[in-house]
């Protein structure tokens, strides 16, 4: 029996983890799911939005499912994130025959994006820049002007990359690469920075990844981030494996989960050290369709296949990956966002029969 805690966070993020864990429940899997209090809930009873019981509880389980955050449950995926470091975010983009892309030769899009999840400019350092000029008033940008020659006025962030997280990321990615390779996947990374801009830090990036990429015997691309969303729209079918810096995988995953139907479909999974990790949907809380039963649950359903895999049930996650995909090519209980008029529940009740027959 497998231990999963599930923590929906706000908004969809509610609806999608009930119907998610209702399919999971009802899948015959041998899965014990825990919803320990956390959110605006728990503020209430608690104090915090999480609770040390609720931590301990995720630290102890063999799978973490988060639903969405927002305003009040930030500081949940805050701790699971940054307090937990799960450095490696892996974001993968499939389109399924059935779902709502808006390209017109979306068949065979499948890869996967990781996202360095630790440094680059998150969690976010910003000072004055009073504060900078004192300290580093020479220090000069490639056109040679100094950060003195700004003034005081105004604000700095600073974007750290460490030789460390660099090769760890590259070598989670290569490690993926080759997985993917020995199922018939080019066996390829395409690294994205800004090294044209920044050549010593998005620099350190780009050369790590490459050597790593190198040594594991893979075929190595890189593109500015620019024009790796240009790609990413124009040849998706291309991809396998794309790394990204932190900001660039950000922004590029949401834009990658569109041209396979939408942010309702994206699944994440983050990983750091001594086997932690946790899964959840791309998208955040979305305010605006939060409450109506209709948020399409495919991105938390995707995130729990991830979460099975993990948790040692490899072939009950490829299991129901395929029984979205039948949803999907099916087409008769699929949410508003993707053409039809079935609620949250009904789909994941639909994703669940499928996987039962499967
Ligand atoms: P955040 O700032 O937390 O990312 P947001 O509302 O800006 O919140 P998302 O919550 O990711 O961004 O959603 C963006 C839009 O995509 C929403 O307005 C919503 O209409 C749509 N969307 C996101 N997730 C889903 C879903 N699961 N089902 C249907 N539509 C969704």
């Given amino acids: 029996m497998k231990t999963v805690v599930a923590l929906p966070g706000e908004g969809i993020g509610i609806e999608v983890i009930d119907a998610t864990c209702e399919l999971l429940a009802s899948s015959g899997l041998p899965l014990k799911i825990v919803t320990p209090p956390q959110g605006a809930a728990a503020t209430k009873s608690y104090g915090t939005p999480l609770p040390e019981e609720t931590k301990q509880a995720a630290r102890e389980a ?4 988060f639903g969405a955050a927002g305003p009040s449950s930030s500081a949940v995926v805050s701790w699971l994130r940054w307090e937990m470091r799960a450095w490696g975010g892996v974001r993968p983009i499939r389109f399924f025959p059935g779902m709502r892309s808006p390209l017109a030769n979306p068949e065979g899009i499948d890869y996967v994006l990781i996202r360095e999840n630790s440094e680059g400019i998150y969690p976010g350092r910003e000072g004055d820049m009073a504060d900078l000029v004192r300290l580093m008033p020479d220090l000069t940008d490639r056109s040679g002007r100094a950060v003195k020659d700004y003034g005081t006025e105004g604000r700095f962030a600073v974007k750290i990359v460490t030789p460390t997280a660099a090769e760890r990321i ?7 690469a080759q997985k993917r390779r020995a199922r018939g996947k080019p066996g390829k990374v395409m690294c994205v920075t800004k090294s044209n801009v920044l050549p010593r830090s998005d620099g350190l990036f780009q050369e790590t990844a490459e050597r790593a990429a190198r040594e594991a015997g893979l075929a190595f691309e890189h593109f500015h981030v620019d024009d790796a969303a240009r790609r990413l729209v124009r040849f998706p079918t291309s991809m396998d494996v794309v790394l990204c810096m932190n900001l660039y995988g ?10 396979a139907g939408g942010l309702g479909l994206a699944p994440s999974g983050n990983f750091g050290d001594g086997g932690w990790a946790y899964f959840e949907s791309v998208h955040g809380s979305a305010p605006d369709i939060a409450g109506r039963g209709i948020a399409n649950p ?10 099975l895999n993990h948790v040692g049930l490899e072939s009950d996650g490829e299991r129901l990956e395929a029984a979205v995909g039948r949803v999907y090519r099916d087409g008769t209980t699929l949410t508003p966002d993707q053409g039809g008029t079935a609620t949250t ?10 996987f039962r027959t499967g």
């Fill in 62 to 65: 063999d799978g973490v499912l």
């Fill in 170 to 176: 590259a070598r989670f990615a290569c490690a993926l």
């Fill in 250 to 259: 950000d922004v590029l995953s949401d834009l990658g989960a569109e041209t």
């Fill in 298 to 307: 495919t991105a938390t359903i995707l995130s729990a296949a991830l979460m």
């Fill in 345 to 354: 529940r009904q789909m994941a009740q639909a994703v669940v029969a499928a």
